[in-house]
Every structure is written in C-alpha cells, then in structure tokens.
C-alpha cells in the first residue's frame, strides 16, 4: 500500500505540476537572479516534487520595479470596469481548471482532495466578489457652504503580500483580489513549503493581467519575504502567517510608515451549551479542530462543553475520531491528511510531549498513526487532551495541528474568563439552540469572528480577521478594498 501512495502520487505529479517554476516577473518565468533553487516536498511520500526558483533581495527589487513601471504605465488608467472584467477572468481561469489546481494543492500541502476542492472554488469565488463590488468604490462628494468637498479613494501602487502555505491558493486569492480590485500592482511571495499553485495561477493569468501588474517571486520567508515586506519603494503589506513573524513585518514597516495589515495565528474557543444534542455538538467541534488537519488560523482549539452534556460529547468525539479515515489525501474518501512538514510534525509532537508531562491526558492520539502505507508521510493522530491547566503551554500557544484542547464547565462567568484568557483572538464558536445564550456569548466572546452552530464557512462579504495579537485589519468583505487605497480630499473653494 505504501508503494501504491507514491506511484499515485508520482503519476498525479506528471499530470499536474506546473511547467514553470521560475520567479513571475513582469509576465516572465524567470531564474532567481543568482540562479538558486529550493525543493518544494510531498508531505504524503517526503519526496521533491519541484525545484523551484529561490527569490532573494534583488529578484524583490526587479518585481518590485517591474510591478511600479505597470502601474504608471497602464494598470493605473484601468477603469474599475476594466479591472473587473480581469478579476472576473480570473475567477473563470481558476474556475476551469478546479480539479487541476486541487490535485496540485494536495501534493504540495497534503490536504484532503475534497478539502483541495473547497478552497480552489472558494478562491474563484473571492475574485468574483471583488470583481462585483469594485464599481461601487466611487468615493464620496460633499457640499459645504462655499465649499465643495471631493473624497476619493486612491490605490497605494504597489503592495507586498507574504503568505502562509495552509491554504495556499485561496490565501493567494485573498491578497490579490482586493489588490487588484482597489487599483494596485502587486508583488506576492508565497510560502516556501507551497510555491505550486501560485506559480500554476500566473501560468493561467498571464494573459489576461497586464505584465508586471501581478509578480509572484517564491522563496524563504527570511529571504524574499523579509526583503518584501522591508522594501522602502513598497506602500501597503499585507502579511498571513506566525504571529512573531507579523511583529517583525510590522516594526519593518514602521521604517518607512507602511500600512500593514496583518492576519495572525489563534486559539479559538468553542463554547458548547447543555441544551444541544450531543451528536449536533460533535458534528460542529469535530469539523472546528480537525478540518484542513488543523491547519487553520481560526481552528477551534479550545473546547468548553457545559458539564451536563460532556461525557456525552466527548466519547461522542473519541468515536468520531476512531471512524475518521486518516491516508492518502488524493482518495476522496480521507478525512485526515499529513501534515506540511517534517518541521510542523516535530512542532506538534513537542507541544504533545510538553502537554504530557504537565498533567495532560490523551482522551484519543497522541502520537503519529502506526500505519506502515504512511510512514513517508508527515501524519499526526486527532487527539484530544483533558486535565490540563488552561495556563499550559498546549492550551496558551497555537499549536496549528489535530489537537483539541477540552475543558468542562458549569459557571458561565468562570468559563468566559477562561475562553478569553489568551493573546489571540481570532475566531471562536457558540453551540447551542438558545437564541439568547447564542447572541449573548457570541458578544462576550473577544474575536473578530463568532459562528453559531456552524465553524469555518466564510462568506465573501462578511469581514473576517482578528483581534488582540491575531491581527490587524479585514479580509473577505468591502473593508477589505479600503486597506488597499489612501484617501484624498479635495477640498474646492466656490468663492
Ligand atoms: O510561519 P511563518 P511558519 C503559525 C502556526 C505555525 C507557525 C509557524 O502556528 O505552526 O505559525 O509556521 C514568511 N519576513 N501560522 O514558520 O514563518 C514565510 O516564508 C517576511 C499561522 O510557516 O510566519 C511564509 O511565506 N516574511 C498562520 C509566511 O511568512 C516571512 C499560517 C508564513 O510563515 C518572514 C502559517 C520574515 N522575516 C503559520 N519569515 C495563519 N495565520 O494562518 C517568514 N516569512
């Protein structure tokens, strides 16, 4: 079985990696200028898929000087009906080409297929809803007296965009479609571990955008990303990963006064209420931690199940568990896939040790799946931990993995101090049937996004983004576009 993993991978492979993997700037595939390369693995079979140009200091600075000439020379006249005839043919191409772009995202992240799949369509459709808002960004007028106000709004140029690799098309998609939409060029550097959909997506671009006005210049985050997100000639960042990195993107902004906006890592509560049906609340809180294996920013990782219901919920989680199918992400059937790395596997395990020694119990996993058909791969068990202090390590830092932390609670108050009681704040989730309980906790809650009864659907349009250290700033909705321009007033005397 395991030889049968990596020949379906090998031939999945052949069909689908991208025929370029050079630098995309200024509508050419490129060597990095001092003609270095970086392996992108399968974290299914541990083997090199691509070798993919390494961008560094002076390929930023020909993307970035590529992406200005293409903003002063034609990508700054295009209407907002122009942009979004572009941005809508790039929903089509992403569109038409759904499984392709899965397949690849699969061997590149490991994620499940149908996971692959939800985020190649949720992709297109974010380029779809930028390209349907973009003409209503018209600006305001204002008659005051003998005056007569203009507000517009104005792209910054050029932005820098550094992403993360759990979602790395759609994560693409978030950056450069508000981008796009509001009127800026941009240089996007996706991340090292997942280089090939991005590369595969100005394959698929390049003759619908204007050269130079979308440049993807793969490569390490210290490299390329650092001389990205520092470069004095860039006007926005807009930056998804770690939360220490984030800190370091921000004061390389405060250099030259850039924007940033920032979408960090999380801890998100899930509150579940004794008035649910457990099945209902296992459904909710299996999918909240364990979908894209849980490689989410906004994961729910934190479990508080009311008393009354929690032994009902959690052996109802310890089977659900036992009947997740954990394998080849290609299969259609498999609900667990590895992990990106070698490097996150060895994070997890650590978290899982230090958990272990401070009084932690593994209700389910806790180790790696013994499955010989798996050993290349960077797999890691569903686990849930009870008995920890919520001030441990496993409970306060983003673990980023299968790993569900589980509290029991009676005392509303008590509990709520609780599911507050961490520097993130990113999402968090409410289970119960009761209107009230549900608005009321949603509110006590101290994150930019709270499901009721459901967990990691995104809606284009609804704001998504974080509070406390998970970030700064809006993606998915309209606000989004007003991170991507400045705004001029113009204020004319009628004297
Ligand atoms: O993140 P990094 P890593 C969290 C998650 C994970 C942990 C570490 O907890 O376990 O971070 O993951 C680029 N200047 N999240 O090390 O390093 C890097 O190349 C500019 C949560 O992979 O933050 C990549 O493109 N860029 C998160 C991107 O930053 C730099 C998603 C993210 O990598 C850089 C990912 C630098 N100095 C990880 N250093 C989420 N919010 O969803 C790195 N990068």
Not at 173 to 191: E, M
Not at 355 to 366: D, I, P, R, T, V
């Amino acid at each position: 079985r395991r030889d049968e993993v990596r020949q379906r991978h090998q031939e999945a492979a052949d069909e689908v990696l991208p025929e370029q993997t050079g630098l995309y700037i200024d509508g050419e595939f490129v060597d990095a200028a001092d003609g270095e390369t970086f392996d992108t693995v399968d974290p299914t079979t541990g083997e090199v898929l691509a070798s993919v140009a390494r961008g560094k200091e002076a390929d930023v600075d020909d993307a970035v000087e590529a992406a200005w000439t293409a903003f002063d020379e034609e990508w700054s006249d295009y209407s907002a009906g122009r942009r979004q005839r572009v941005l809508t043919a790039i929903a089509d191409a992403i569109e038409d080409h759904v499984e392709e772009l899965a397949r690849l995202e699969t061997l590149d992240n490991g994620k499940p297929i149908s996971e692959a799949k939800i985020d190649i369509r949720g992709a297109a459709e974010h380029f779809r809803y930028f390209a349907g808002i973009v003409r209503e960004n018209g600006g305001e007028t204002m008659n005051a007296g003998s005056r007569y106000g203009q507000v517009i709004k104005e792209p910054y140029g050029v932005v820098g965009q550094v992403i993360p690799w759990n979602f790395p098309l759609m994560m693409a998609s978030w950056k450069l479609a508000p981008a796009l939409a509001a009127g800026n060029c941009t240089v996007l550097k996706p991340a090292e571990q997942t280089p090939l959909t991005a590369l595969r997506l100005a394959e698929l671009i390049d003759d619908i955008v204007p050269d130079g006005v979308v440049n993807i210049v793969p490569g390490y985050g210290e490299e390329a990303g650092a001389a990205l997100t520092g470069h004095p000639d860039i006007r926005k960042v807009a930056f998804t990963g770690s939360t220490a990195v984030g800190k370091q993107v921000m004061k390389s902004a405060a250099d030259t006064v850039t924007d940033v906006t920032l979408e960090l890592g999380g801890k998100s509560p899930v509150v579940v209420f004794p008035d649910v049906h457990p099945k209902k609340a296992v459904a909710l809180v299996k999918s909240a931690i364990f979908y894209n294996t849980g490689e989410c920013c906004e994961a729910g990782s934190r479990l508080f199940v009311h008393e009354d219901i929690a032994d009902d919920v959690l052996d109802g989680l310890v089977s659900a568990i036992d009947d997740m199918t954990i394998g080849d992400p290609l299969d259609e059937e498999t609900d667990l896939g590895p992990k990106v790395s070698r490097e996150q596997v060895d994070r997890t395990m650590e978290f899982l040790e230090k958990a272990q020694e401070e009084g932690g119990q593994f209700l389910a996993g806790g180790g790696q799946p013994e499955d010989e058909a798996l050993s290349d791969g960077c797999f890691v068990e569903p686990t849930l931990i009870e008995g920890l202090d919520h001030d441990s390590e496993a409970v306060q830092e983003e673990i980023f993995g299968p790993v569900l932390d589980v509290f029991r609670w009676d005392d509303y108050d008590e509990m709520m101090a609780l599911a507050n009681d961490v520097e993130y704040g990113l999402a968090g989730g409410v289970i119960t049937d009761d209107i009230t309980k549900a608005n009321t906790t949603a509110r006590d809650i101290e994150a930019g996004y709270i499901w009721i009864n459901s967990y990691h659907d995104l809606v284009a349009g609804l704001p998504f983004g974080g509070y406390k250290q998970s970030g700064i700033g809006r993606e998915l909705s309209a606000d989004t576009l007003d991170h991507y321009q400045q705004t001029k007033t113009i204020n004319l005397s009628l004297r």
